[in-house]
């Protein structure tokens, strides 16, 4: 809006009833403005407009490039040379009942090969859980399977990898018109137990930017060389090995955190908004922005729908209730559970004292917050 960056006008937009206030352009002007570029300047903030990149843009880099991010069969090939002792197989959704288990080195995680915000992903333990858990996604995918295009989620195949030990982390990060890799924020992942694979909470500090910003640059540094990435903003979930191996989960390409979550906590906790930093090819200050925070953390929490009735059963959400539980709410972002599974995001600030408050969320299955038929 401020900036005036030219916003290209999909059907999309009128849901998000902006008005006059952003600079639309059709699809000639984007073609104009990107024609003779390879890698050209262009961001979204949601996954849906992937398939317009693959149509419109295949004079650029970016739709072999998010191919390569996106599809996790291709992801996993890509880094075979890096992790070459990696375990991973691609199975079609009609054989999961059947293919045969007995060789996998238990325990592993089952997820979409194309995916979106943890729908169909589980940990599986072992053979003997292993028909149970696939029922369990059977019934995921299909009550969301109308959500997303087939560029975002689709469920035909599915990855089996390994299951890495460790601490999970999640930042948003760019790569310059040098292929010079910038990071923009970066959130501890917290699970409420070890089969835990949700995204309940993502917790951010100053402490924890500084003692991952050096590594975490250094393996974008490495992706960055490998995969010629220039002009690329990206969304990253890694795990750090108990020996400190550093192994990523995915790389999510052209955006930031799914639903602005990361960005907009970036803006409300840091001050500054990481989607203009990008087109504007800033990179962050953390000495100047981290002074005066060091005894505050900054959490994502995601309302999910973890209450065990289904969205057709539920009459409201107790959001003044919720709010109560937190000592310095930022923004609340109210959803429709039957329309999203989902009641919304909480964006806090929290006193480093007072991390009980997050342990409590993040083991809530929120039945206390909601009214049923």
Known sequence: MKNGYPTLALSSIKELNLGGSINLIN???????????????????????????????????????????????????????????????????????????????????????????????????SVEQWNEIVRKVENEIEKVTDLYPASVLNAGSFIVEQYIEGNEYAFDAYFDSNGEPVILNIFKHFFSNENDVGDRVYLSSGEIINEKLKPFTEFLEQLGNS????????????????????????????????????????????????????????????????????????????????????????????YDKLLQNFEHPLELRKMNVADYHMFGFLFCETERTNFKEIEKILRSDLTEFIKTK
Request: glycine share 6%; hydrophobic share 35%.
């Open 27 to 125: 699809n000639d002007e984007a073609n104009r403005i990107v024609k003779g570029k390879e890698y050209p300047l262009f961001y979204t903030n949601s996954e849906n407009t992937i398939d317009w990149i693959e149509k419109n843009l295949q004079k650029t880099k970016l739709p072999d490039i998010i191919d390569l991010f996106k599809d996790k069969i291709h992801f996993r090939r890509f880094l075979k040379e890096l992790y070459p002792d990696f375990f991973f197989e691609e199975i079609n959704m009609g054989d999961l009942l059947t293919v045969d288990t007995s060789g996998y080195p238990f325990p592993v995680i089952l997820k979409p090969k194309v995916g979106f915000f943890s729908v169909g992903v589980h940990k599986i333990n």
């Open 227 to 318: 995969a010629d990435l220039k002009n690329f903003p990206l969304h990253a979930e890694v795990r750090i090995t108990n020996n400190g191996t550093l192994f990523p989960i995915e790389i999510n390409p052209m955006r930031f955190g799914g639903w602005c979550t990361t960005p907009d906590s970036t803006y409300f906790s840091y001050g500054f908004n990481p989607i203009e930093y990008f087109f504007n090819q800033q990179k962050p200050d953390w000495n100047t922005i981290l002074s005066g925070r060091e005894d505050k953390l900054y959490s994502i929490i995601l309302l999910d729908n973890t209450t065990g009735y289904e969205p057709d059963d539920i009459t409201s959400f107790d």
